[in-house]
């Protein structure tokens, strides 16, 4: 938890200065960045691989659990959020199949699932790639929380990693109370 706080906190400290302005980015923050990148795709596919399929449909019921989504859709949640997002860092319309950020639903199985997160991936490696000394703005996803409409592809790459690790803690809950070890702890 104490590493996830300090990745959270670099990562914004990273952003302030150029979440609604065209501002400069280093190299070196670059490479920051495509290391932390490269951490919580790895803890989110890895989670997401470790869940086996027959558990993809299971949803935590103890408690105060009523309507939560279960493993399967807390992947698709944040494989179709990844998609949103990476397009609008892409300057391109959001993918019909991500829905309301549900991802499509015809999609169920597990394969099906994790081949759709890792594509996810794929498309916020390109959004990556395309950050550049300018660090131009570029126009936010209808479900970014940067209002004004406008966020550089730096901002939105760091909020696709922010919202990457709040499912992945979820995701990591939901393997231990079906007494699996998370891969990053094992």
């Known amino acids: ?28 923050d670059k490479q920051a960045l495509e290391i932390l990148f490269g951490l919580i795709e790895k803890n989110v596919v890895s989670t997401a691989e470790a869940m086996p399929a027959d558990k993809y449909s299971f949803a935590p019921t103890n408690g105060e659990f009523k309507g939560v989504r279960t493993f399967g859709e807390q992947v698709k949640h944040s494989a179709a959020t990844n998609y949103i997002l990476a397009a609008a860092a ?37 959004a990556l790639d395309l950050i550049d000394q300018e660090n131009p703005v570029v126009k936010t996803s209808p479900i970014s929380p940067l209002q004004n409409g406008t966020a550089t592809r730096l901002a939105l790459i760091m909020e696709s990693v922010v919202h990457a690790y709040d499912h992945y803690g979820q995701m990591v809950e939901y393997l231990r109370m079906n007494g699996i070890v998370p891969p990053a702890s094992r």
């Open 1 to 28: 938890m104490k590493k996830t706080f300090w990745i959270v906190l670099y990562m914004l400290l990273l952003g302030t200065n150029s979440l609604f302005a065209q501002s400069r980015i280093g190299n070196q």
């Open 90 to 126: 892409l300057g391109q319309d959001p993918p019909a199949d991500a829905g309301d950020e549900t991802g499509p639903d015809s999609m169920y199985t597990k394969a099906d699932i994790v081949n759709y997160l890792k594509g996810s991936f794929s498309q916020l490696h390109k």
